[in-house]
């Protein structure tokens, strides 16, 4: 039985990350590690920092990380891709030519005989009022359009531009440190989840660039998987166990 592995997070091209070429390097090794030992892997959103696909051309960049991609599902493993809140604009490109499976809403899914849900993590249970008018305004066709009536040399610089400013605002660029389960909207949404979805054994989410392993009853169990910028961190699901580790260097079996 081989091994299934989730891990979101990685804001490929950021321009607020100094490091952008290392970390899409490692993660491209990380890939490359587990490609033989995997029989799905599962990207929770938000793996480019801003992606946006035109009609006749897609963005510069990321050649390392779209041709292990593509180079995975090849072998005919089962690459997800979940969209995420940064990586919304995808038209096709992605599953044509990397062959990965798109998923733009959370899905419910069985795996070797446990239900999962698994999610972006982003709109779920989130208070923030101006983030929800901001993602409305991102998944709406028609402003979907009037971003790709820019040439494409001002779309990505505008939707780069303005990632690096959001995520500058934080911190060191990091995420605020987990709040405990009455502030942390994920929590507070999955118990509310739970009430009507019993069966489901493991929540699984990215979003929040946190790393968060917590039991909610005997049976459920939600995971937050950290990132792919400063955390390096993913969940494995063997079948039978499920742990959230972290990649390190030249470790033989991640």
């Not at 992606?51 to 599902?73: A, D, M």
Request: charged fraction near 25%; charge should be negative.
């Amino acid at each position: 039985m081989k091994n299934v592995y989730f891990l979101s997070d990685a804001h490929l091209g950021s321009l607020a990350v100094k490091h952008n070429r290392t970390q899409e390097r490692r993660l491209v090794r990380f890939l490359d590690s587990i490609k033989d030992k995997a029989s799905a892997i599962y990207l929770l959103g938000d793996m480019f920092d801003f992606w946006n696909e035109y009609k006749y051309v897609v963005p510069k960049g990321y050649t390392r990380f779209l041709g292990k991609l593509s180079e995975i599902t090849d072998m005919g493993v089962e690459v997800h891709f979940f969209t995420g809140n940064h990586d919304i604009w995808t038209y096709g490109y992605l599953e044509e030519e990397c062959g990965v499976i798109l998923h733009r809403e959370p899905i419910t899914t069985d795996i070797y005989g446990k239900i999962f849900y698994l999610a972006h993590g982003d709109g779920l249970g989130d208070p923030d009022n101006k983030f929800k008018l901001l993602r409305k305004v991102f998944h709406n066709h028609t402003c979907q359009q009037m971003l790709n009536a820019f040439h494409p040399r001002w779309g990505m610089w505008l939707g780069l531009t303005w990632a690096k400013h959001s995520r500058l605002k934080r911190l060191d660029g990091k995420e605020l440190p987990y709040m405990g389960e009455s502030k942390e909207y994920l929590v507070r949404y999955t118990k509310e989840y739970m009430k009507t979805h019993t069966d489901i054994d493991y929540f699984i989410y990215g979003h929040r660039h946190i790393e968060l392993d917590l039991m909610l009853s005997r049976k459920s169990r939600m995971m937050i998987i950290g990132d792919w910028i400063w955390q390096f961190t993913y969940v494995v699901f063997d079948g039978e166990h499920i742990f959230l580790e972290e990649y390190v260097e030249g470790e033989s079996e991640p």
